[in-house]
T-cell receptor, first 113, second 116 residues
Framework: KNQVEQSPQSLIILEGKNCTLQ??????????LRWYKQDTGRGPVSLTI?????NTKSNGRYTATLDADTKQSSLHITASQLSDSASYIC????????????FGGGTRLMVKP | DTGVSQDPRHKITKRGQNVTFRCDPI?????LYWYRQTLGQGPEFLTY????????KSRLLSDRFSAERPKGSFSTLEIQRTEQGDSAMYLC??????????????FGPGTRLTVL
């Protein structure tokens, strides 16, 4: 079954600390994986997209990794800021289903001062 | 602002009433998607349009739900005889509709529906 699982479900860290969010997927065949940030009451915003051949991609303080062999991805946030408080959603398109997106349940991150 | 817009942002209605939401995609985006998101969950696909053609509908889209995109630009999502279980955030997204799997969907701010 094509699924995307994320952990942890929620996370609380202090401002300035680093954190890592995990994503495991079973979607096959695999083309790419996206990380979205969703502020409360807003729509998701794309942070990064990683294709099969990419292992690491950075976007400012966000660094995503991908291991296509183990079907795992992580999103590392460095020097967290209060504005990083949001849900982070891992998304994988189903290539055999018109690239319909399969969403993980998200990790709810809260950064405290 | 050239992003995806949705209207209204919030809607409170009584059970049994009909509601209609509107989505304006990014200009010249061929594909338009509707999703539903409940608290603490990721979005769930409802339906999508390629221009004015509705190409796929999820089994989540019961007979009470209907979506249109009459001129291939804005879209409406109507829910008839609303139920409390319909309470959710309804998200709209649009994309260029490239055959490339990296075709990116851009999301609107959502419409928060509360059914009393």
């Amino acid at each position: 079954k094509n699924q995307v699982e994320q952990s942890p479900q929620s996370l609380i860290i202090l401002e300035g600390k680093n954190c890592t969010l995990q994503c495991n997927y079973t979607v096959s065949p695999f083309s790419n994986l996206r990380w979205y940030k969703q502020d409360t009451g807003r729509g998701p915003v794309s942070l990064t997209i990683m294709t099969f051949s990419e292992n690491t991609k950075s976007n400012g303080r966000y660094t995503a990794t991908l291991d296509a062999d183990t079907k795992q991805s992580s999103l590392h946030i460095t020097a967290s800021q209060l504005s990083d408080s949001a849900s982070y959603i891992c998304v994988v398109p189903r290539v055999l289903a018109g690239n319909m997106l399969t969403f993980g349940g998200g990790t709810r991150l809260m950064v405290k001062p | 602002d050239t992003g995806v817009s949705q209207d209204p942002r919030h809607k409170i209605t009584k059970r049994g009433q009909n509601v209609t939401f509107r989505c304006d995609p990014i200009s010249e985006h061929n594909r338009l998607y509707w999703y539903r998101q409940t608290l603490g969950q990721g979005p769930e696909f409802l339906t999508y349009f390629q221009n004015e053609a509705q190409l796929e509908k999820s089994r989540l889209l019961s007979d009470r739900f209907s979506a249109e995109r009459p001129k291939g630009s804005f879209s409406t999502l109507e829910i008839q005889r609303t139920e409390q279980g319909d309470s959710a955030m309804y998200l709209c997204a649009s994309s260029q509709g490239l055959a490339d799997p990296t075709d990116t969907q851009y999301f609107g701010p959502g419409t928060r529906l509360t059914v009393l």
